[in-house]
């Protein structure tokens, strides 16, 4: 069957295509000719990835599936959310994005925070949602090297390593993304 995962990250295709084998074949955005910006303006992650899934049902046909992450810290009421890309600025920089949470979050002790990751998939015609949590604090300061975004910043809860000082497999095993992820694969495995 063929599904479009609307993204252009052909890490992030590479890795899903290794979990669903040969029944599932992934196509990304390039490979259905879609070059365009896909539209992301709602208010909410569910409704970000819903946007982006119909927008590929409604204009190329293919079932497909798309997904939308934010970092949700509890003292700054959920922020930053579905800002979580650029919350800084247009830019976009992990940098800059950082710098503003350690900012806020200077003088407030409760660090709470989670991951939240919502993927939208439609199918024969119909939409399924799932959705991947992974719980934690915001450190005070910067800590390890790998991942990307806000990894080096956020503790996952009983572990004293940040996402970014622990290696690639390890954090998708505990994920936001990862339990998402496993969530829309049993889904595709029962249906096939
Ligand atoms: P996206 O919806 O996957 O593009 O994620 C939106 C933004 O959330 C990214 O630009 C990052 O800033 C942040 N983000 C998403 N996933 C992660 C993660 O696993 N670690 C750190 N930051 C992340």
């Known amino acids: 069957m063929d599904l479009v995962f609307a993204t252009n990250n052909q890490h992030k295709l590479k890795e899903l295509q290794a979990i669903l084998g040969e029944d599932f074949h992934l196509l990304s955005l390039k490979d259905i000719g879609c070059n365009e910006e896909i539209p992301e303006e709602q ?4 409704g970000n990835a819903s946007q982006k899934s119909f927008y590929i049902f409604n204009k ?25 890309a650029r919350y800084a600025g247009k830019e976009k920089s992990a940098e800059a994005n950082m710098k ?29 949602r799932f959705e991947g949590i992974v719980s934690g604090e915001i450190l005070k300061e910067k800590r390890g090297n790998s991942g990307f975004g806000y990894d080096p910043i956020f503790q996952p809860e009983g572990l004293n390593q940040s996402f970014a000082e622990m290696g690639l497999a390890d954090k998708n ?13 049993n889904y595709l495995k029962e249906i096939e």
């Open 43 to 46: 208010p909410t992650l569910e």
């Open 100 to 128: 503003k949470v350690l900012e806020r979050m200077a003088k407030i002790n409760q660090r709470k925070a989670r991951f939240r990751t919502v993927i939208s998939l439609i199918i024969r015609g119909e939409e399924k």
């Open 60 to 84: 190329y046909g293919y079932d497909c599936f798309a997904d939308d992450t934010g970092l949700e810290i509890e003292a700054l009421n959920g922020e930053p959310g579905v800002f979580s």
């Open 173 to 185: 095993k505990i994920s936001h993304r990862g339990h998402a992820v496993e969530k829309l694969v």
